[in-house]
Every structure is written in C-alpha cells, then in structure tokens.
C-alpha cells in the first residue's frame, strides 16, 4: 500500500460531489456522492439510491464499488465520499466491509475545503477476511 497521491485524492473527491448531485434519496434527503479508482486506473461514481421500500436503499460507496466490479475490476484503490455539510462523513460499516472485499486501501473524504485520507485499515481494523482467505 503505498500513499495516494493528494492530487489524485483531490480529484476522486472532486467526481464523488459530482456524483452526489444525482442522488436518489427523496426519503432521506440525504444526497451522497462516492467515487472509485480501481486498480487499473479507472475512475467509477456512484450515488446513493433509496426505495419506498427503505431497506433495500443502497450507499452511493457500494453503488460505485458494484460498478466497478460489474465493468471487471476485482482491485480497488481508493474510495472518496462526499456527503452534506461541514462535518466529515466516513462510510457506514456495510460499506467498510465491502472496501475491504476488494482490497480498497484508502478512503478519501472531505476536509476543510480540503481533503483527508484514510487508511481502510484503521477505519475497518481486524475486518473478516474472505472466506478463501481462512481455508
Ligand atoms: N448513505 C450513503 O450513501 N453512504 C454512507 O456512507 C452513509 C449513508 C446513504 C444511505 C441513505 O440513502 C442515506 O445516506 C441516509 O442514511
């Protein structure tokens, strides 16, 4: 795992609030945009997507994460999210795992007009590995 370039970080921050205005949350109106570099260098924006039905809504990290794993991708990178207001939002704990599922080393959220990045490691410590991996 090496560090993620902060131009790189700033610029997956960037797609992820671009994502975010396509949000499809008229239950919560909780709009959140994510974006994903995989391995190969590309780059896959997800938003959140609710249902009347409200748990079967999906996270904008796993909208974007499916993508790119339904388009080939099996490594990713980093994951940026970008959700309301001032205060940091760092994903929920369904999404961590699912990070982890694909190898995601960083996650990148937003700082002070800026941006902080995390390791998945210390957001997601001692995660459940894959079931291959304890055989
Ligand atoms: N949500 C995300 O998309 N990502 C997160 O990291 C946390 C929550 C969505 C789920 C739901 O549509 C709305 O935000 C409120 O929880």
């Known amino acids: 795992m090496t560090a993620l370039d902060r131009a790189t970080a700033r610029e997956l921050l960037r797609a992820a609030q671009q994502a975010r ?11 959140v945009g994510a974006a994903v570099l995989a391995d190969d260098g ?3 924006t ?4 609710e249902c009347g039905s409200y748990g079967l809504s999906h996270c904008a990290e796993r909208v974007a994460i499916h993508k790119a794993v ?10 940026a999210v970008a959700g309301p207001g001032r205060r ?15 190898g995601t080393s960083f996650v ?16 997601l410590p001692r995660a459940f590995l894959r079931p291959q991996d304890y055989r």
């Open 21 to 31: 205005r396509l949000a499809y949350a008229p239950y919560s109106r909780f709009q």
């Open 42 to 44: 590309r780059v896959f």
């Open 46 to 49: 997800g938003c959140n997507v």
């Open 70 to 79: 339904s388009e080939g991708v099996r490594r990713v990178v980093a994951v």
């Open 88 to 102: 940091e939002l760092t994903p929920c704990g369904a999404c961590r795992q699912v990070m982890a599922e694909f």
């Open 108 to 123: 990148v959220v937003p700082r002070a007009g800026g941006v902080r990045v995390y390791a998945l490691k210390d957001l």
